[in-house]
């Protein structure tokens, strides 16, 4: 009897040996699909100062760019912390409460930012000299506008952030809908016999902006026949005179204010721009000097929204 006791007692030894370690077996392969499951989440994002390993849909997240403040804000992603200094009036809600100061453009506060420990921080040429220390703290993406290629960079940094958010359908539509409005407006533009010159007014002096430059989307991509080829291509612009403006006398003139941009209060730049000289001109005569709005082409060009309003801006012109 006491042999065939323990040889029970031993046949049920071997089997709860043998539940635990299938049981084992189960957690370490549920744990390994979990691990596959997490790997499978993260992404890489190459850009022009090199990778960024992060999660798909990071829940906190740090932009220093407004284009891409902008955008995030049109596909509904919430976004953690933000340069609430020089913030474009139509994003004024991310100057509020509700989202961490993380410094200006120009001077990142790292403090702040590190505290926040961010899963992604989005940042452009403003920042870039800077892009080693942003890098150090979370993954850095570098989303900034090549002006020699606008179009195709403009949809790469879109087509981005819906993959990364994954908003890729709804970016497909918007990128859509704003192909269908600058063929809208090439169209107009191919077929008027003006030409145009564009300017950045700033504390009554003026810069011109040619083809391939910082604002060149007027020319490049919109299709506004140039007043001046030759026109220095240069992120600051090509410094000239108000003469320079009537010798070259354009048919219509773009202006963007960038005291307006960065000043409250400040002088409108139609008491400097709109002189005796400038008078003269076929674009004045005509009502054609266009004031185009700061915030969307200073500020925050290149986003969803911004590049809507700066296809609407250009319509004035016809």
Not at 170 to 180: A, F, G, M, Y
Not at 186 to 209: C, H, M, Q, R
Not at 242 to 261: G, H
Request: hydrophobic share 40%; charged share 30%.
């Amino acid at each position: 009897m006491k042999k065939w006791t323990s040889l029970i007692m031993l046949l049920i030894a071997v089997v709860v040996f043998a539940a635990c370690g299938s049981k084992e077996e189960g957690q370490s392969s549920s744990g390994n699909d979990s691990d596959k499951e997490k790997q499978a989440e993260k992404m890489t994002i190459k850009h022009e100062y090199g990778e960024a390993a992060i999660k798909k849909n990071p829940k906190k997240v740090v932009v220093f760019d407004f284009g891409v403040l902008d955008t995030l804000d049109e596909l509904g992603v919430e976004v953690t912390g933000v340069p609430q200094m020089g913030i474009p009036a139509y994003l004024e809600k991310y100057a509020g409460n509700d989202y961490t100061n993380v410094g200006s453009l120009k001077e990142p506060d790292f403090e702040a930012i590190h505290k926040l420990n961010p899963d992604v921080i989005f940042i452009s040429s403003r920042q870039a000299e800077l892009y080693d220390q942003f890098a150090e703290i979370a993954p850095t993406v570098y989303m900034g506008i090549d002006f020699n290629n606008y179009t195709e960079s403009f949809k790469d940094n879109m087509n981005t952030l819906g993959k990364i958010f994954d908003k890729e359908e709804q970016v497909k539509t918007e990128l859509e809908d704003i192909d269908s409005q600058i063929a809208a407006v090439k169209e107009k533009t191919e077929s008027l016999d003006k030409k145009a010159l564009v300017v950045l007014a700033n504390e009554g002096k003026v810069s011109a902006y040619g083809p391939k430059s910082r604002f060149g989307i007027i020319h490049d991509v919109f299709g506004f026949k140039a007043a001046d080829e030759n026109i220095e291509v240069s992120t600051h612009g090509q410094g000239i005179s108000f003469e320079y403006i009537l010798e070259t006398n354009p048919d219509i003139l773009f202006v963007i204010d960038r005291n307006a941009a960065i000043e409250e209060n400040a002088a409108p730049a139609k008491d400097s721009i709109e002189n005796d000289l400038v008078k003269k001109t076929t674009a004045y005569k005509d009502g054609k000097i266009i004031y185009l709005d700061a915030d969307y082409w200073y500020l925050s060009g290149g986003g969803l929204q911004s590049m809507k309003a700066m296809i609407k801006s250009v319509e004035q012109a016809y």
